[in-house]
C-alpha cells in the first residue's frame, strides 16, 4: 500500500483540504486562486486524464506533485523538476517569540514578499490552508512560513522566505521550527519538499533535523488546445 505522503496533493484533497476540492471523477484540484496542485490518482487512466483536461480546459497549465509516469501524446510538458521530501525527525520546534500570526489582511504584503524570494507557488488565497507566521521591522513584513499540504496526520512546512536584505539572522529556521511547533501541537508531524539541487536548503532541513523520506517530481503540462475525449486519450496512452 502507499503511504499518504506518496501523492500528498491526494490525500490532503480527499482528508483535510476535502472542503478546496474541485473534483471531476477522480480528479481533484484546489481552486486556481488557492494552490496550483491538482491531484491524479496513483493509476490515472484514460477518463482520468480526460476529466483533467476538463477540469483544466483547453490549453490550460497543470502541476502535479509526484507524477513519475507519462504524460498523454497531444500534451506538453512546460516545467519538471526534481525535488526532494523531508519528514521531521527530531526537530527541536519551539515556540518564536518575534512571530505574528498572518492573515488574508497581509495577503497583498505576503504577496510581494514571495516576489522578491520564489519560495514557490503562493497565490492571493493560499493563506487559507494553514497556520502562516511572519516577523516584521519597523512594521514591514520581512520574513514568514506557513502550512500548505494537509494529508492525515500530517502537515506541509511551505512559503519560507526571508527578505534578502534581513538574511543570516536565522529568520527561516525560526519560523519553520516555531511552524512545526504549531504543527505538533496538533497531534500532526511536520513534512516539506524542495527542489533536489537547492542544497543551501537541504542542509539547513537537515541540520535542524528532517529526515530524507524519498525524491521526487514536480511536473508542469499543458492541455490540448482541444478537448479530448477518453477515447482519444486511451489511444494516445
Same mark, same amino acid.
Given at each position: 500500500?502507499?503511504?499518504?505522503?506518496?501523492?500528498?496533493?491526494?490525500?490532503?484533497?480527499?482528508?483535510?483540504?476535502?472542503?478546496?476540492?474541485?473534483?471531476?471523477?477522480?480528479?481533484?484540484?484546489?481552486?486556481?486562486?488557492?494552490?496550483?496542485?491538482?491531484?491524479?490518482?496513483?493509476?490515472?487512466?484514460?477518463?482520468?486524464?480526460?476529466?483533467?483536461?476538463?477540469?483544466?480546459?483547453?490549453?490550460?497549465?497543470?502541476?502535479?506533485?509526484?507524477?513519475?509516469?507519462?504524460?498523454?501524446?497531444?500534451?506538453?510538458?512546460?516545467?519538471?523538476?526534481?525535488?526532494?521530501?523531508?519528514?521531521?525527525?527530531?526537530?527541536?520546534?519551539?515556540?518564536?517569540?518575534?512571530?505574528?500570526?498572518?492573515?488574508?489582511?497581509?495577503?497583498?504584503?505576503?504577496?510581494?514578499?514571495?516576489?522578491?524570494?520564489?519560495?514557490?507557488?503562493?497565490? #492571493?488565497?493560499?493563506?487559507?490552508?494553514?497556520?502562516?507566521?511572519?516577523?516584521?521591522?519597523?512594521?514591514?513584513?520581512?520574513?514568514?512560513?506557513?502550512?500548505?499540504?494537509?494529508? #492525515?496526520?500530517?502537515?506541509?512546512?511551505?512559503?519560507?522566505?526571508?527578505?534578502?536584505?534581513?538574511?543570516?539572522?536565522?529568520?527561516?529556521?525560526?519560523?519553520?521550527?516555531?511552524?512545526?511547533?504549531?504543527?505538533?501541537?496538533?497531534?500532526?508531524?511536520?513534512?516539506?519538499?524542495?527542489?533536489?539541487?537547492?542544497?543551501?536548503?537541504?542542509?539547513?532541513?537537515?541540520?535542524?533535523?528532517?529526515?530524507?523520506?524519498?525524491?521526487?517530481?514536480?511536473?508542469?503540462?499543458?492541455?490540448?488546445?482541444?478537448?479530448?475525449?477518453?477515447?482519444?486519450?486511451?489511444?494516445?496512452?
Amino acid at each position: 500500500m502507499s503511504h499518504v505522503l506518496d501523492n500528498p496533493a491526494l490525500a490532503s484533497l480527499t482528508g483535510p483540504h476535502a472542503h478546496f476540492a474541485e473534483r471531476r471523477g477522480r480528479v481533484l484540484r484546489y481552486p486556481a486562486d488557492v494552490s496550483p496542485w491538482l491531484a491524479l490518482p496513483d493509476d490515472p487512466d484514460a477518463g482520468d486524464w480526460a476529466d483533467l483536461a476538463a477540469l483544466a480546459g483547453p490549453g490550460g497549465e497543470v502541476a502535479l506533485a509526484g507524477f513519475h509516469g507519462t504524460v498523454p501524446d497531444g500534451w506538453e510538458i512546460t516545467f519538471q523538476a526534481e525535488g526532494v521530501q523531508f519528514v521531521d525527525d527530531g526537530l527541536a520546534a519551539a515556540p518564536e517569540p518575534e512571530a505574528v500570526r498572518l492573515g488574508p489582511a497581509d495577503v497583498p504584503e505576503m504577496l510581494a514578499l514571495v516576489e522578491r524570494t520564489r519560495p514557490g507557488p503562493f497565490l #492571493p488565497r493560499t493563506v487559507e490552508l494553514g497556520t502562516y507566521l511572519g516577523v516584521r521591522r519597523d512594521g514591514a513584513l520581512i520574513a514568514m512560513a506557513g502550512e500548505r499540504l494537509h494529508p #492525515p496526520g500530517w502537515t506541509e512546512i511551505s512559503a519560507v522566505c526571508t527578505d534578502p536584505a534581513f538574511r543570516g539572522e536565522g529568520l527561516a529556521t525560526r519560523l519553520v521550527l516555531a511552524a512545526a511547533h504549531g504543527i505538533r501541537e496538533r497531534g500532526e508531524t511536520p513534512f516539506l519538499h524542495t527542489a533536489a539541487d537547492n542544497t543551501n536548503a537541504i542542509r539547513l532541513y537537515e541540520s535542524l533535523g528532517f529526515r530524507l523520506r524519498r525524491r521526487t517530481v514536480f511536473l508542469g503540462a499543458r492541455t490540448p488546445e482541444h478537448r479530448p475525449d477518453a477515447q482519444a486519450v486511451a489511444a494516445a496512452l
